[in-house]
C-alpha cells in the first residue's frame, strides 16, 4: 500500500500515519527526516540538496523528489509507505507522476479550521520539562502549573491563534489544491475527522481496506 498523507496543520495526521504504520507495518517517510539522512549518509541527491542549503537557496523541488525516491527504493518500502508532508504543491504532485513513483490513494483527513484553532491554541507545554496539555482536553490539576514537576505552563508562538490561522492559510491556498488533482486520477480519499482520535483511526482504517 503506497500512500499520501493530507490534511491540515492539526488536523491529526502525525497520529494517524503513526496508527497506519502499526497496523499495515509500512514506514512513514516524512521530508524533513529523509532530508537530513540523505545530508548525513552523503548520497548524490543529499550532496546536491547540500550546495543549495549552504548557499541559503530552497532545495529545488526535483533535487527533494530524486531524495524521496532514494529513500522508496530502500528495502523497507518494498511493501508500501506513507508520504507525509509531501507532496505540498501540484508541481511537486505532478513531478512525482512523472518519475513514475505510483501512489495506490491519497488519504484526506477533514477538519473545520475553527476546531483546529481551538485545538492547537488550547495547546500548553511546561517551561521546564516539555510535558504537554490542553485547556479543554488535558487540564493540569492547577491551571498554568505542570502536574509532573510545578513548572510554568506556556503557549508555544507556534500554536497561537494567529500563528494557526496564517498556517491554515498557506495550507489551504498552496496544498488543498492537492484534492482536485488527485480526485481526477481517481486516488483520492477523504475521511472526516472526529473528535476522537479512535473514532477517526476507524474511519481511516475503513477508508484503506475499502
Known amino acids: 500500500m503506497k500512500l499520501i498523507l493530507l490534511g491540515a496543520p492539526g488536523a491529526g495526521k502525525g497520529t494517524q500515519a503513526e496508527k497506519i504504520v502499526d497496523k499495515f507495518g509500512i514506514p512513514a517517510v516524512s521530508t524533513g527526516n529523509i532530508i537530513r539522512a540523505a545530508l548525513k549518509q552523503g548520497t548524490e541527491m543529499g550532496l546536491k540538496a547540500k550546495s543549495y542549503m549552504e548557499s541559503g537557496q530552497l532545495v529545488p523541488d526535483d533535487v527533494v523528489i530524486g531524495i524521496i525516491k532514494e529513500r522508496l527504493n530502500e528495502k523497507d518500502c518494498e511493501n508500501g509507505f506513507i508520504l507525509d508532508g509531501f507532496p505540498r504543491t501540484i508541481p511537486q504532485a505532478q513531478a512525482l507522476e512523472d518519475m513514475g513513483i505510483v501512489i495506490d490513494k491519497v488519504l484526506d483527513i477533514e477538519v473545520p479550521d475553527e476546531i483546529i484553532t481551538a485545538r492547537l491554541s488550547g495547546r500548553r507545554v511546561c517551561s521546564k520539562c516539555a510535558n504537554s496539555y490542553h485547556l479543554v482536553y488535558k487540564k493540569p490539576i492547577k491551571d498554568g502549573i505542570c502536574d509532573s ?62
Open 149 to 210: 514537576c510545578g513548572g510554568e505552563l506556556i503557549q508555544r508562538k507556534d500554536d497561537a491563534p494567529e500563528t494557526v490561522k496564517a498556517r491554515l492559510k498557506e495550507y489551504h491556498e498552496m496544498t488543498e489544491p492537492l484534492k482536485d488533482f488527485y480526485k481526477n486520477l481517481g486516488k483520492l480519499v477523504v475521511v472526516q475527522g472526529q473528535e476522537s482520535v479512535d473514532d477517526t483511526t476507524a474511519l481511516v482504517f475503513k477508508a484503506l481496506e475499502d
